[in-house]
């Protein structure tokens, strides 16, 4: 979708209709499924709503990949319980998505085909354990720090979805947080094992923000309209100034030698972000896209038997009542 | 539309604990009423939320459109006196 | 907020780590439990005992857990999560309980202190020293396999643990009691769906028969008590599996037949093979990865 398709105004509108649209806006109430919405407001909502469900869903397998593996049961089954909860985070945002009249199964495909995208942190693989724990601190934190302000999100069944995921992944960030603990009073192993993972985690992390302020091109009307509230570089900024103490208490080294405190503002002031790799991820070159993807596509085609055998039941059970 | 036939959509509400009534929680997909209310469950209850589960087909629920959305609603807007805030109670009367 | 009220329950001020240690349930099921060893029962049978009810239901937990990112609709993602959870709470318990009247099999020679019992049970223990049943071994197979197998194990242990409530030992009595509820759900949900693919299409319906056909065999030995089973059920302590094979080909049977599915006969009891320690391929593979992190750090706490 072009930008120009997203500024574009609604053609024939009653005037009236677009007025308190932007009233109800401009007073920070809450639009609703049934209410007249501009078209771009529509198309910008499901965009993001189906890119962060997509986010949730492919977000279940880099951590995945160690719930067979998990070095005690504990962990297994905290972790086990938050990748759970990723699948139902998915599902509350399809849910919201649906309410502007998307279909889930449609925009399954349309991530299976590469037509809408997810986050792409999700393209670096996880290749020791403590990867769960650093996904859950930065990952999951800097998620935490790009969602919360969504809980006041103008759409309103947006708005209650993200309630429902911030209060769930509070657990997140700190089961990860804690097992990072653990392992740095464990052996050398284990200490080496969280720095390593840190140094591969970080700079991926601040890139979940997006690109820098002047160079994110809806940006802007998505804040007019209330779909966004915060500025990229403003979350990313309160993120670092968040982390750098939690990592100082952690006794990691966060791999960033420009990293240093601002005594002028009292906030972190950090280096520059390698935007190229960002868009090589995002456009399809990570470490792990063609897996992810095909995971997807596997879950979906070799179950659609199930699918329409539940169908093809509850048709034959409906004609016989 | 995608091309191969989904689930059809149902909408989940959760009596959160006695004495409550039952909130709209959000919605799932499932093959039929049976199956719709073990999802709800497994999705929605997963922290011990709900003590009663009702769903319904997201089709079967008849809802006031925007457009009649003043003749509806604005009769009832001016009678505030349905409103516990519209009598005056002096601060000292308990359990009120 | 109104719908704030929903979601009281989700404060995490009161739940802190705990509750995610157990299933999907917050209340530790053995507070308050008697843990001495009733009178008169050898604590090495105890132990073993648990062994079997817990590995069954760890290694069917394991199995459910690699249909996560698998399965087909996101729900069934959440109730795999869910019934997967469950079984990883009744083994802990039941690990736990074995490791605490001391039966830990070889797993101390390379599991240092710093590891819990439960651990050391579940991740350096070899092959041979698991009591679990080749029900649960199996691998998975499609979803109507899956499906087959959950009915089948959930509709055995549901049984058992129905009878395992009334047990002089009062932490097997605590598990049992607790389990039920979660088994029987865990039954109830295996069910619809083999009635669902059992009459649903040709292709679901000739899957579910596949289904079926490859997990009968494993119902041979299960209802043939071994000597520990034999000693204990005398003892009021275990349930003589031997006393709930008709009720489960019954339960069995209603379902099949109802899902328009050929039951085929009841395979002869044969003498207890995973429950002495004789396993297949299957059980090995799965424990190199259950099990390989943990063995790799001996010394590790996680």
Redesign the interface.
Same mark, same amino acid.
């Given at each position: 979708m072009s930008a120009t398709a997203l500024d574009s105004p609604d053609v024939d509108v009653d005037p009236g209709l677009q007025e308190q649209f932007d009233a109800t806006i401009a007073a920070e109430r809450r639009i609703e499924p049934?209410?007249?919405m501009p078209e771009g407001y529509r198309r910008t909502l499901v965009r993001q709503i189906a890119q962060h469900a997509h986010s949730e869903?492919i977000g279940?397998?880099p951590e &995945?990949d160690w719930?067979?593996?998990?070095?005690?049961?504990?962990?297994?089954?905290?972790l086990? !319980?938050k990748?759970? +909860?990723e699948? &139902?985070h998915?599902?509350?945002l399809?849910?919201a998505a649906?309410t502007l009249g998307a279909?889930? !199964?449609?925009l399954? +495909?349309r991530l299976i085909d590469g037509r809408q995208k997810y986050s792409s942190i999700f393209n670096y693989p996880t290749l020791t354990?403590a990867d769960v724990g650093v996904i859950g601190w930065l990952v999951d934190g800097a998620a935490i720090c790009n969602q919360v302000p969504l809980c006041r999100s103008s759409y309103g069944p947006y708005a209650?979805?993200m309630?429902?995921v911030c209060?769930?992944e509070?657990?997140h960030q700190?089961?990860g947080y804690?097992?990072l603990l653990?392992?740095m009073?464990?052996?050398p192993?284990?200490r080496a094992m969280v720095q390593d993972a840190v140094d591969r985690w970080w700079w991926p992390s601040l890139m979940m923000f997006g690109p820098p302020d002047t160079d994110s091109p809806n940006s802007a009307q998505s804040m007019a309209w209330g779909i966004k509230r915060h500025s990229n570089d403003e979350l990313r900024q309160r993120f670092v100034d968040m982390t750098v103490p939690q990592a100082a208490f952690l006794g990691v080294t966060l791999p960033d030698p420009d990293l240093a405190l601002d005594p002028s503002t009292g906030r972190y002031r950090f280096g520059a972000i390698d935007w190229e790799e960002l868009k090589r991820v995002i456009s399809g070159a990570g470490p792990c896209n063609a897996e992810r993807i095909a995971?997807r596509r596997?879950?979906r085609d070799?179950?659609?038997?199930?699918?329409?055998?539940?169908?093809?039941?509850?048709r034959?059970?409906?004609a016989r009542s | 539309m995608s091309a191969r036939a989904g689930w059809p959509l149902y909408e989940v509400f959760v009596r959160g604990k006695r004495g409550l009534n039952h909130v709209h929680v959000g919605s799932l997909h499932a093959p039929d009423d049976e199956m719709a209310v073990h999802a709800a469950r497994d999705v929605y209850t997963r922290r011990n939320e709900g003590v009663s589960i009702w769903v319904v087909r997201a089709d079967a629920i008849t809802a006031s459109s925007p457009d009649e959305k003043d003749p509806m609603f604005a009769p009832s807007g001016d009678k505030v006196y349905r409103h516990p805030t519209f009598y005056e109670i002096p601060a000292d009367v308990p359990h009120i | 907020m109104h719908e704030e009220t929903v979601y009281d329950a989700l404060d995490t001020t009161h739940g802190g780590g705990g509750q995610w240690a157990f299933g999907t349930g917050f209340d530790d099921p053995l507070a308050g439990v008697e843990l001495t060893v009733p009178d008169g029962v050898d604590p090495a049978d105890l132990g073993a005992y648990c062994l079997m009810l817990g590995d069954d239901a760890l290694v069917l937990a394991q199995r459910l857990t690699e249909w996560i990112t698998a399965a087909p609709e996101l729900e069934e993602e959440v109730a795999f999560g869910n019934t997967a959870l469950d079984l990883l709470g009744q083994a802990r318990l039941l690990l736990t309980r074995a490791g605490s009247v001391g039966v830990l099999g070889r797993s101390r020679s390379t599991a240092t202190d710093s590891i819990p019992d439960e651990d050391a049970l579940a991740c350096f223990r070899d092959p041979d020293e698991f009591r679990c049943t080749g029900l649960v071994a199996a691998g998975n197979g499609d979803f109507a396999q899956t499906m087959v197998r959950l009915l089948a194990a959930s509709t055995v242990r549901l049984a058992v643990f129905a009878r395992l409530r009334a047990s002089r030992d009062p932490v097997l009595a605590a598990v049992a009691a607790k389990g039920v509820h979660e088994l029987a759900y865990h039954r109830d949900h295996a069910a619809r769906w083999v009635l669902r693919l059992g009459d649903g299409t040709p292709e679901s319906h000739r899957r579910a028969q596949a289904g079926v056909d490859a997990v009968w065999p494993h119902l041979a030995d299960l209802f043939t008590a071994t000597d520990v089973e034999a000693r204990l059920a005398a003892a009021g302590v275990a349930v003589d599996p031997a006393g709930v094979g008709d009720e489960v080909h019954d339960v069995l049977t209603t379902v099949l037949t109802r899902a328009t599915l050929r039951v085929p006969g009841r395979p002869a009891d044969v003498v207890p093979r995973g429950r002495t320690g004789g396993h297949g391929p299957e059980l090995s593979a799965l424990l190199t990865t259950l099990q390989g992190l943990a063995r790799r750090h001996p010394a590790a706490t996680w």
């Open positions: 049934r209410d007249w869903i279940m397998q &995945g719930l067979l593996r998990a070095p005690s049961l504990r962990r297994k089954a905290v086990l !319980a990748v759970q +909860d699948a &139902g998915g599902m509350y399809y849910s649906e279909d889930r !199964a449609d399954t +495909d354990f209650r979805a309630v429902r209060k769930e509070s657990f700190r089961q804690e097992l653990t392992m009073r464990g052996t192993e284990q995971r596997a879950a070799d179950n659609a038997w199930v699918t329409e055998a539940a169908i093809a039941y509850a034959k059970h409906e | - | -």
